[in-house]
């Protein structure tokens, strides 16, 4: 009697195992936030202290055309430090590459999961995936060795510069866009392309008018996803975009990204110097903006649900 | 999806952290330990992307010499080099320029090894019809005065004109030799490497640019004359051309144990008459002349 009341008492060897795979999860979820704290922490306290600690004024920082921080300018007694440049060419690589990239990745995902969904599943499908993995740095060097050289005998000049930068990227990002449409195609509901063809839709307008309004906030939040990549993007596109600090007036003139400036630079100064702190505020807008991009899906998701 | 990666690169910072601290605490220990004659423990040396390469090969014949021993070279720049001997987390913060011309260093902390110089010539696209210049239009060419090839006697070709990133210690060396007081060099294609500027000249036409003396011998690039002179060793040891600059390595007051017994050995005859020279470098005895970090000159 008092062994099984003592048994039913006691904590089971599957309640033990259940608190563990409790105290398991917490801990790597902790983990976890910690880190993200820290990293937030850190680059905001760097970054933030261009303008408290060096007295830096946020409007010549976000709109002044300049960038030369070793170089005091004779005139305000302030470092030129103007990083209009680098916001600009690097929200116009990622634009462009976003618009060319978005009608191959839809005509691509259509062919596979409307048109030809076996030869789509079997060929296109292990292809794409494989485009998503080839690291950064040899899309960096085929642009080096492929795309400056074609660029400067079409155009011209050195054969650095956004176009450069826009091709790379669009190759870059098209695997990614492209198969996260093809997931939202896929799950738009079977019975939704049934209706259209039951009331004598033809394919092309099931697919325009059903399948593709249906399936939209997926498509945007692809396309995000896509520009959150090419925006964060720095081995490849510092390779052919020139890396000069000016502010882009045409697509193959050398132009600058925040991920370029930073990458060059960072090893060349010395940490709590204005150098140094300037590059660490790029660096916490790059932060910024991932942000922007996560809540912009957000808001897609949100808004454009199915009911 | 995004909470993998980030709890990912998490434990890889957590475990790297781990091994950092586990080294340091083990290198100190081993470096108390050490004695003259059978040196062991750690050197790490970082910094400086233009001495890696010697630093390593250096590294290298010294380890041969005391298997004891483990030097540990790695790049990252000179800014990084000074701050990390500054605050103790490497043994050696190698560099191009002194410490004293870098901003944000306490120069008065850190005691400088010579431990080889490094000549920069200008080089161009061989395409370009010219191979002598004088200083003045080198000055104007890299400010953006002079624009075509033809106003410095080649033919009809616009210049482009390729920098090292702002910082470099290589466009430092260069610009402080070339350019006056006051003149900064125009806004253009920026390389963060000598290797990467020595590609991208010798395929760019009209491209204008500077290298290491190492990286000269190659396919598609030549240097240009200055006022006459040839970029080489004899020209440098005797300061008739005057680009070029020591190679330090910084340590944080006066070193000791393995680390003071690399940079002894840097420094003997043996190094610095073959594998300095070897790599493209200039041993320091070879130098006729002294050059301190305000640039004045004097004859050894």
Same mark, same amino acid.
């Given at each position: 009697?008092?062994?099984?009341?003592?048994?039913?008492?006691?904590?089971?060897?599957?309640?033990?195992?259940?608190?563990?795979?409790?105290?398991?999860?917490?801990?790597?979820?902790?983990?976890?936030?910690?880190?993200?704290?820290?990293?937030?922490?850190?680059?905001?306290?760097?970054?933030?202290?261009?303008?408290?600690?060096?007295?830096?004024?946020?409007?010549?920082?976000?709109?002044?055309?300049?960038?030369?921080?070793?170089?005091?300018?004779?005139?305000?007694?302030?470092?030129?430090?103007?990083?209009?440049?680098?916001?600009? !060419?690097?929200?116009?690589?990622?634009?462009?590459? /976003?618009?060319?990239?978005?009608?191959?990745?839809?005509?691509?995902?259509?062919?596979?999961?409307?048109?030809?969904?076996?030869?789509?599943?079997?060929?296109?499908?292990?292809?794409?995936?494989?485009?998503?993995?080839?690291?950064?740095?040899?899309?960096?060097?085929?642009?080096?060795?492929?795309?400056?050289?074609?660029?400067?005998?079409?155009?011209?000049?050195?054969?650095?510069?956004?176009?450069?930068?826009?091709?790379?990227?669009?190759?870059?990002?098209?695997?990614?866009?492209?198969?996260?449409?093809?997931?939202?195609?896929?799950?738009?509901?079977?019975?939704?392309?049934?209706?259209?063809?039951?009331?004598?839709?033809?394919?092309?307008?099931?697919?325009?008018?059903? %399948?593709?309004?249906?399936?939209?906030?997926?498509?945007?939040?692809?396309? %995000?996803?896509?520009?959150?990549?090419?925006?964060?993007?720095?081995?490849?596109?510092?390779?052919?975009?020139?890396?000069?600090?000016?502010?882009?007036?045409?697509?193959?003139?050398?132009?600058? #990204?925040?991920?370029?400036?930073?990458?060059?630079?960072? !090893?060349?100064?010395?940490?709590?110097?204005?150098?140094?702190?300037?590059?660490?505020?790029? /660096?916490?807008?790059?932060?910024?903006?991932?942000?922007?991009?996560?809540?912009?899906?957000?808001?897609?998701?949100?808004?454009?649900?199915?009911? | 999806?995004?909470?993998?990666? %980030?709890?990912?690169?998490?434990?890889?910072?957590?475990?790297?952290?781990?091994?950092?601290?586990?080294?340091? #605490?083990?290198?100190?220990?081993?470096?108390?330990?050490?004695?003259?004659?059978?040196?062991?423990?750690?050197?790490?040396?970082?910094?400086?992307?233009?001495?890696?390469?010697?630093?390593?090969?250096?590294?290298?014949?010294?380890?041969?010499?005391?298997?004891?021993?483990?030097?540990?070279?790695?790049? !990252?720049?000179?800014?990084?080099?000074?701050?990390?001997?500054?605050?103790?987390?490497?043994?050696?913060?190698?560099?191009?320029?002194?410490?004293?011309?870098?901003?944000?260093?306490?120069?008065?902390?850190?005691?400088?090894?010579?431990?080889?110089?490094?000549?920069?010539?200008?080089?161009?696209?061989?395409?370009?019809?010219?191979?002598?210049?004088?200083?003045?239009?080198?000055?104007?060419?890299?400010?953006?005065?002079?624009?075509?090839?033809?106003?410095?006697?080649?033919?009809?070709?616009?210049?482009?004109?390729?920098?090292?990133?702002?910082?470099?210690?290589?466009?430092?060396?260069?610009?402080?030799?070339?350019?006056?007081?006051?003149?900064?060099?125009?806004?253009?294609?920026?390389?963060?490497?000598?290797?990467?500027?020595?590609?991208?000249?010798? #395929?760019?036409?009209?491209?204008?640019?500077?290298? /290491?003396?190492?990286?000269?011998?190659?396919?598609?690039?030549?240097?240009?004359?200055?006022?006459?002179?040839?970029?080489?060793?004899?020209? %440098?040891?005797?300061?008739?051309?005057?680009?070029?600059?020591?190679?330090?390595?910084?340590?944080?007051?006066?070193?000791?144990?393995?680390?003071?017994?690399?940079?002894?050995?840097?420094?003997?005859?043996?190094?610095?008459?073959?594998?300095?020279?070897?790599?493209?470098?200039?041993?320091?005895?070879?130098?006729?002349?002294?050059?301190?970090?305000?640039?004045?000159?004097?004859?050894?």
């Amino acid at each position: 009697m008092d062994k099984i009341t003592q048994k039913l008492m006691q904590k089971s060897e599957s309640t033990k195992k259940d608190s563990l795979g409790r105290a398991i999860s917490l801990a790597a979820l902790s983990l976890i936030v910690i880190v993200v704290i820290s990293i937030f922490t850190f680059v905001m306290s760097r970054g933030l202290s261009t303008f408290f600690h060096d007295g830096v004024h946020v409007k010549d920082f976000l709109l002044g055309s300049t960038w030369n921080p070793s170089v005091i300018n004779p005139q305000t007694k302030q470092p030129y430090i103007g990083a209009l440049p680098m916001i600009l !060419g690097s929200f116009i690589v990622t634009f462009l590459a /976003a618009i060319v990239a978005t009608p191959f990745a839809i005509g691509t995902s259509l062919f596979m999961t409307e048109i030809a969904q076996k030869r789509g599943a079997k060929i296109m499908q292990p292809i794409i995936e494989l485009l998503v993995g080839i690291p950064s740095v040899v899309y960096g060097v085929i642009g080096l060795t492929v795309i400056v050289p074609f660029i400067r005998q079409i155009f011209g000049g050195s054969g650095f510069g956004i176009l450069s930068g826009t091709i790379v990227l669009f190759v870059m990002i098209l695997p990614t866009i492209t198969s996260m449409t093809v997931d939202t195609l896929k799950s738009v509901p079977r019975h939704y392309r049934e209706s259209a063809l039951a009331i004598g839709a033809t394919r092309w307008q099931m697919i325009y008018k059903v %399948v593709l309004r249906a399936a939209t906030p997926g498509i945007l939040t692809a396309i %995000v996803f896509g520009m959150a990549r090419a925006f964060g993007e720095a081995l490849a596109v510092q390779m052919v975009i020139g890396n000069a600090a000016l502010m882009p007036h045409d697509l193959t003139s050398p132009a600058s #990204t925040l991920t370029s400036v930073l990458t060059m630079g960072i !090893g060349n100064t010395v940490m709590g110097s204005l150098q140094n702190d300037v590059l660490w505020t790029l /660096a916490m807008i790059l932060l910024l903006m991932s942000l922007v991009f996560n809540l912009v899906v957000r808001a897609i998701g949100r808004k454009g649900e199915l009911k | 999806m995004n909470k993998t990666i %980030v709890g990912v690169v998490g434990i890889g910072v957590v475990v790297a952290v781990g091994f950092a601290i586990y080294n340091n #605490t083990q290198a100190t220990e081993s470096k108390q330990k050490a004695t003259p004659s059978k040196l062991t423990g750690k050197v790490l040396a970082l910094g400086s992307t233009a001495l890696q390469p010697l630093a390593e090969q250096v590294g290298t014949s010294f380890q041969e010499k005391n298997p004891g021993l483990t030097i540990t070279v790695q790049g !990252g720049g000179s800014g990084a080099g000074l701050s990390q001997v500054a605050n103790g987390s490497v043994q050696i913060g190698n560099s191009d320029v002194f410490a004293e011309e870098k901003e944000g260093v306490d120069a008065s902390k850190l005691q400088d090894h010579q431990v080889a110089v490094v000549g920069i010539a200008p080089i161009v696209n061989t395409d370009v019809q010219v191979s002598n210049i004088s200083k003045k239009q080198l000055q104007d060419i890299f400010t953006g005065k002079i624009t075509n090839w033809q106003e410095v006697g080649g033919q009809d070709k616009k210049i482009v004109v390729i920098n090292r990133a702002t910082g470099s210690g290589t466009r430092s060396v260069f610009e402080k030799n070339v350019l006056s007081d006051g003149q900064s060099a125009i806004q253009s294609t920026e390389q963060d490497s000598n290797g990467t500027v020595q590609k991208i000249v010798s #395929t760019t036409p009209g491209a204008i640019s500077y290298l /290491a003396f190492a990286y000269l011998d190659a396919s598609g690039i030549k240097a240009l004359n200055i006022d006459k002179v040839t970029p080489d060793k004899k020209n %440098v040891e005797d300061n008739s051309w005057s680009i070029w600059a020591y190679e330090h390595m910084y340590t944080k007051g006066t070193p000791n144990g393995a680390t003071k017994a690399f940079l002894k050995y840097f420094a003997t005859k043996e190094v610095q008459k073959n594998i300095v020279p070897k790599l493209g470098y200039i041993g320091l005895t070879d130098m006729k002349v002294t050059r301190d970090a305000t640039g004045k000159v004097e004859n050894k």
